[in-house]
């Protein structure tokens, strides 16, 4: 099959994208590292980025984590990186309920989700709960189910993310909340239906929030995570950035590419994780702008 994506080898082609981009948005897993393992070249890669004054945003669907968190590990391998330059779907999801919706102080937020999701979202001034509910009994007793699930007004918003001990007290709880009340915002940190874990790959959030979208019939989930224009619109807005001159840079097409695609930015596969060349160029369905080895091959142009 034919492919158009343009592969980046020369120094010459290499400065020319490097010197019309202002902004690199990354994908962190298979492009910054590689499980726990730092990728060659890429603090030299980042360090020639500050030095000519590029911007460096760091994206993820991960929503168990808090940015304190991934900072801790961005810090472990001594990138040139601020904590403000992390930008993960629990983040991304805090960020709209306080900048895009304006979230009200009278209302809470009930969360499927990890304490990082509740962390994230209490971090902006919003009260979030529901990580009380995670009961360590196979099941909540009918009795238990009726006597707490009930309308509360005060919630304003249901948040589905990633969540290993989801119930279906949980469940019943975010059902009642959203079909009960209008106004109350059905929100989701990602889309991901699986995620790799060593050599199989287990359900993510995509997963978790499918009962609640298959029995929720008057509202459909707002996902604020790759790649949907949602993210990339609360990245714009936080950093005013100029679109024109950002570029994506992933190692997925269905997620990474897909996400520059949609959104008009330009895309730059690396080849330093999940997708080989030999994949990318026997497909013509997701197609990069560019395509290079890894971060390594900016070091050249030093």
């Known amino acids: 099959m034919s492919n158009k994506s343009f592969k980046l080898e020369n120094i010459n082609d290499i400065k020319r994208v490097f010197d019309s981009i202002d902004t690199f948005i990354f994908d962190c897993d298979g492009v910054i590292w590689r499980a726990n393992n730092l990728i ?97 009994e196979p099941f909540a007793s009918e009795e238990d189910i009726f006597n707490e699930v009930k309308p509360d007004d005060s919630v304003g918003a249901v948040v589905v993310g990633f969540d290993m001990k989801v119930n279906y007290k949980k469940y019943s709880k975010a059902y009642t909340y959203i079909t009960s009340n209008p106004d109350c915002h059905f929100l989701v940190t990602n889309s991901d239906i699986t995620y790799p874990v060593q050599n199989f790959v287990l359900p993510e959030a995509g997963s978790v929030v499918a009962p609640l979208i298959a029995a929720v019939k008057n ?24 679109l024109k001159r950002a570029c ?32 990318l160029l026997n497909q013509d369905k997701i197609i990069p702008d560019y395509y290079i080895e890894g971060l390594n091959s900016f070091n050249q142009i030093q």
């Open 248 to 279: 994506m840079v992933g190692d997925r097409l269905d997620t990474d590419m897909v996400f520059g695609k949609n959104n008009n930015i330009t895309t730059l596969l690396v080849l330093t994780g999940v997708t080989s060349e030999e994949a």
């Open 219 to 242: 509202k459909e989930p707002v996902f604020l995570g790759k790649p949907t224009a949602n993210m990339i619109n609360c990245i714009s807005q936080k950093f005013n950035l100029d």
């Open 40 to 136: 060659k070249g890429v603090k030299e890669a980042l360090t020639l980025m500050k030095k000519n004054n590029k911007r460096t945003i760091f994206v993820t669907n991960n929503s168990t984590k808090t940015r304190e968190e991934y900072f801790k590990k961005f810090s472990s391998f001594d990138l040139p990186i601020d904590i403000n330059d992390i930008f993960s779907s629990a983040y991304s999801t805090a960020y709209y309920l306080r900048n895009v919706l304006d979230f009200p102080k009278d209302k809470r937020v009930y969360v499927l989700g990890t304490q990082g999701l509740i962390k994230e979202i209490e971090d902006v001034g919003v009260n979030a709960f529901g990580y009380e509910d995670n009961i360590t």
